[in-house]
């Protein structure tokens, strides 16, 4: 007897539990908001909680000489954001990749008159401006805010090192006899580096110009910045 009385308390509460809980959760899982937990919430953007991207400091002060003779500094893309490289011109081996990601940021921003690009040379005693000239006619560079900048190799190596911790260095082993990054820096309006965070809240400092996703993720960040 009390046997039975267990039993249909049981089932008294199963009962219960249907008809009160299982249309909230069938509710929660129609609207998403089964998988909007607060832990997943904070791990699935690559940006602050406002949306904004994280400010890593004052880009690093340089003034070189372009494809044109002329002289170019930070001042001339004061108001403009811009991504900056470092590479050379008879790199054999990721300048090329990092050519064609350039290239593919320019024409995505192409005739905006508020981003540009600064693509430094680590080898200045070969880059000279006449050769960066040719180098950017054989690219099909359009944009009058590309600039391919050469200068005193010193200079040029603590900018990169020093200044931007982008590695670029002298090695007779190496392919070319330079070691650079294939990372891209972006620089907001204002002269700020600028960059959005990983996926575990820290931020990624530099974009990877020779992977797809990187890329991708850099023109995103570029629309952000052109819009603040």
């Known amino acids: 007897m009390f046997k039975n009385k267990s039993y249909i308390g049981i089932s008294f509460v ?53 494809q044109n003779n002329v002289l170019i500094s930070n001042e001339t893309y004061k108001g403009k954001v811009y991504v900056l490289e470092f590479f ?17 940021i320019e024409n995505k ?63 007779s082993k190496a392919n070319g006899g330079f070691e650079h990054s294939g990372l891209f820096a972006l620089i907001d309006k204002n002269g700020n580096i600028r960059c959005r965070r990983d996926n575990f809240g820290n931020p990624i400092l530099y974009y990877d110009g020779l992977d797809k996703k990187g890329v991708r993720d850099l023109q995103q960040d570029i629309n952000i910045l052109l819009k603040e």
């Open 109 to 171: 921003f192409f005739g905006n008159p508020n981003f540009g690009i600064v693509s430094i040379t680590i080898d200045p005693e070969h880059d000279t401006p006449k050769v960066l000239k040719e180098h950017a006619d054989l690219l099909g560079v359009r944009s009058s805010n590309w600039n391919f900048l050469s200068g005193e190799k010193a200079a040029i190596f603590d900018l990169a090192n020093k200044g931007f911790n982008l590695y670029a260095g002298e090695n």
């Open 14 to 66: 199963i009962l219960v539990f249907g008809i009160f809980v299982i249309p909230k959760l069938v509710s929660r899982i129609q609207n998403d908001d089964i998988v909007k937990g607060e832990r997943l919430d904070k791990v699935s953007t690559g940006t602050k909680e406002d949306g904004k991207l994280v400010e890593i400091g004052p880009a690093p002060k340089f003034e070189l000489t372009n």
């Open 88 to 104: 050379f011109t008879t790199c054999p081996t990721i300048c090329p990749k990092m050519n064609q990601s350039m290239l593919e």
